[in-house]
């Protein structure tokens, strides 16, 4: 994610509604965010979706290690012949 800069990546909602096409092009294009606002705040961030798949996976993967490290802290761990099993085990049942 790049950083944002308040001259361009900050915008109104009135402006964004009127130049659609030309912001959705352009965080396609430069992969910045996009933060409109509506009042004076913050009502809205856009994003690319290539942008949010990132930080959908990347969202992923840190829940995927919290469960692990709370799992380990819980003493849930298994030693290395019971993975090995639960693996055999796991590639008998998807043939």
Same mark, same amino acid.
């Given at each position: 994610?790049k950083?944002?800069l308040? =001259?361009?990546?900050?915008i109104p909602v009135?402006q964004? +509604? !009127?130049g659609l =096409?030309k912001?959705? +092009?352009?965080?396609q *294009?430069? @992969?910045?965010s996009?933060?409109i606002t509506?009042?004076g +705040?913050? =009502? $809205?961030?856009?994003? !690319?979706?290539?942008?949010f *798949?990132? /930080? @959908?996976q990347t969202?992923?993967? &840190?829940? !995927?290690? !919290? @469960? $692990?490290?709370s799992?380990s802290?819980? $003493? +849930?761990v298994?030693? &290395?012949s019971? /993975? @090995?099993?639960e693996?055999?085990?796991?590639r =008998?049942?998807?043939?």
């Open positions: 994610m950083n944002i308040v =001259a361009n990546d900050i009135g964004f +509604k !009127s =096409a912001y959705l +092009k352009e965080i *294009d430069k @992969r910045n996009l933060i509506q009042n +705040k913050p =009502a $809205g961030v856009l994003i !690319s979706p290539a942008e *798949d990132e /930080l @959908r969202k992923l993967f &840190i829940d !995927s290690v !919290s @469960r $692990g490290l799992d802290e819980k $003493g +849930k298994l030693t &290395i019971q /993975l @090995r099993n693996l055999k085990k796991s =008998a049942d998807k043939n």
